[in-house]
């Protein structure tokens, strides 16, 4: 099982950007499919953004598609989002996640490791 730990949350302006990191150990990295999620206070946790395994297909979250970007380095085991053009909806505990299957969906329920959030701040 790999162990993941995200970083590189804090508070950005509206409009800005912010890059996370998340860093992975244990099994290895390249064989996961990995995602971004997001869980707002009182609401339930969102799919944000996923990609397979050697990084050559990404997915998006309509709310996000234009203004985020999730990437791997797999010699570094770690994934990124980087995200622009931020809105105060985007405000939340981000978390990343590895796929159960080494594929990659929307669903949470298909991934089974999770690291313990890194909270985004947005400013208007």
């Known amino acids: 099982q790999v162990q993941l730990v995200e970083s590189g949350g804090g508070l950005v302006q509206a409009g800005g950007s912010l890059r996370l990191s998340c860093a992975a150990s244990g099994r290895n990295f390249g064989t996961y499919g990995m995602g971004w999620f997001r869980q707002a206070p009182g609401k339930e946790r969102k799919f944000v953004a996923a990609?397979?395994?050697?990084?050559?297909?990404?997915y998006n979250s309509d709310y996000v598609k234009g203004r985020f970007t999730i990437s791997r380095n797999n010699a570094k085991n770690t994934l990124y989002l980087q995200m622009n053009s931020r809105r105060p909806k985007d405000e939340a505990l981000y978390y990343c996640?590895?796929?159960?299957?080494?594929?990659?969906?929307?669903?949470?329920?298909?991934?089974?490791?999770w690291g313990q959030g890194t909270q985004v701040t947005v400013s208007s």
């Open positions: 996640a590895a796929h159960l299957y080494g594929r990659v969906s929307s669903a949470v329920k298909d991934y089974g490791s």
């Open positions: 990609i397979n395994r050697i990084g050559s297909s990404r």
